[in-house]
């Protein structure tokens, strides 16, 4: 396949709302899919919204989480698209974590390995760590995927990835809270982290307003040269769609 079509659904979730953020999926893969897009990705802990904080000490409300994400894995059959999301996964600990679904089954499963514990981030009181790396071969491309915190970290796990691993393509999906300048620097980061690994970045960002913490979006796609080739808005709901041309880009 020398060509696939991306689309990024940055979307404002609610927390604790899971029926209202699972219809709100529900629609953009519908959209995305009506589009001819090959994949579609959602920020980080779509399903719950982000952050949950102690809502996660609630078993029905993780039972929940977990069969809403049953529910969107059914929507998709028949549907030729791969949909990655967040959602909080549940083992022996719970796991901030992507799933990976095509055709009404969940393919893949990847924990979030490095845990932000500073400023507005308290994850490590709730989730543990994830130990592995997350490839996924779709339509002769292999992913590998990330969660926020992962991409930032020089020798995190896009690195192991791509250079490891061979993806050719890493996705991250992130709720990134929106500060004085972190747009510039997030872009830096990313156009490092794709010429360093030589690949391309579909990065999705949650967007709106959860109690003290804002989300601008301002999500992108960067090629392995560390050119953007697909920016989306600050501060609004988007769905944004990305054609990438795989001899040229990946």
């Given amino acids: 396949m020398d060509n696939i079509r991306v689309a990024i659904a940055q ?3 609610i927390v604790g709302d899971i029926k209202g ?7 953009n893969i519908k959209k995305a899919h009506d589009n001819h897009a090959d994949i579609v990705v959602f920020p980080e802990l779509t399903i719950t ?8 000490y609630r078993h029905d409300f993780i039972e929940e989480n ?4 049953n529910k ?3 929507y998709s059959k028949g549907k030729d698209i791969l949909v990655i999301l967040g959602f909080v996964d549940l083992d022996t600990d719970i796991y901030n974590a992507a799933a990976s679904i095509y055709n009404g089954q969940i393919i893949n499963i990847y924990h ?17 760590s994830g130990k592995r790396l997350s490839i996924i071969n779709y339509k002769g491309i292999k992913l590998g995927i990330t969660i926020c915190e992962d991409i930032w970290y020089p020798g995190g796990p896009a690195y192991y990835e791509t250079i490891i691993k061979n993806a050719e393509l890493i996705v991250n999906i992130s709720a990134s809270p929106y500060t ?6 997030r872009q830096e980061m990313i156009k490092t982290r794709c ?8 990065y999705c960002n949650l967007v709106g307003g959860q109690d003290e913490l804002v989300f601008d979006g301002n999500s992108m796609i960067v090629n392995e040269e560390g050119n953007i080739i697909a920016k989306l808005s600050s501060f609004s709901e988007e769905l944004g769609i990305g054609d990438l041309n795989v001899k040229d880009t990946l």
């Avoid at 953020?21 to 629609?27: A, D, E, G, H, L």
């Fill in 11 to 13: 979307i404002n979730t």
């Fill in 195 to 202: 010429r360093d690994n030589v690949t391309t970045v579909v």
């Fill in 112 to 128: 979030k390995i490095f845990l932000p514990n500073y400023g507005v981030f308290d994850e490590k009181r709730y989730f543990q």
């Fill in 72 to 74: 969107i894995a059914k």
């Fill in 66 to 69: 977990l069969t809403a994400l």
């Fill in 21 to 27: 953020n699972s219809k709100k999926i529900k629609r």
């Fill in 49 to 56: 919204g982000y952050p949950p904080e102690d809502l996660l």
């Fill in 180 to 185: 004085i300048g972190k747009d510039s620097k």
